[in-house]
């Protein structure tokens, strides 16, 4: 499974940005989605995960209701959209895919970078204040 991340930029503190994460070489609707997030010099963190239906999704605290994670099965495509951006939003974003992670696995599956399988090459998305 090969993952690609696009979207990222430079945006202002307070703008918004939409990134996607398009999959190939695997069967899309089979794999729970999620996005993590590296900022300089901090450990990778957890953003944003969706279940393989997209019937569920999980958020960091930091990111709850600014951020929305959605998939489009048939392009097989999840995207990342980010409101109200903060300077502390400022991170390299990678897409990851779980083959294994379904219902009714608990959040704290879903935020754990050791339970997905493949992941993407990351998008650099930088918030100016």
């Known amino acids: 499974v090969q993952l690609q991340a696009s979207g990222g930029g430079l945006v202002q503190a307070g703008g918004s940005l939409t990134l996607s994460c398009a999959a190939s070489?695997?069967?899309?609707?089979?794999?729970?989605m999620a996005w993590f997030r590296q900022a300089p010099g901090k450990e990778r963190e957890f953003v944003a995960a969706?279940?393989?239906?997209?019937?569920?999704?999980y958020y960091a605290d930091s990111v709850k209701g600014r951020f929305t994670i959605s998939r489009n099965n048939a392009k097989n495509t999840v995207y990342l959209q980010m409101n109200s951006l903060k300077a502390e939003d400022t991170a390299v974003y990678s897409c990851?895919?779980?083959?294994?992670?379904?219902?009714?696995?608990?959040?704290?599956?879903?935020?754990?970078?050791?339970?997905?399988?493949?992941w993407g090459q990351g998008t650099l998305v930088t918030v100016s204040s």
């Open positions: 990851a895919a779980s083959t294994n992670l379904s219902p009714p696995y608990g959040r704290s599956r879903y935020v754990d970078a050791d339970e997905y399988d493949y």
């Open positions: 070489g695997g069967t899309f609707g089979s794999y729970t």
């Open positions: 969706i279940t393989r239906s997209g019937g569920t999704t």
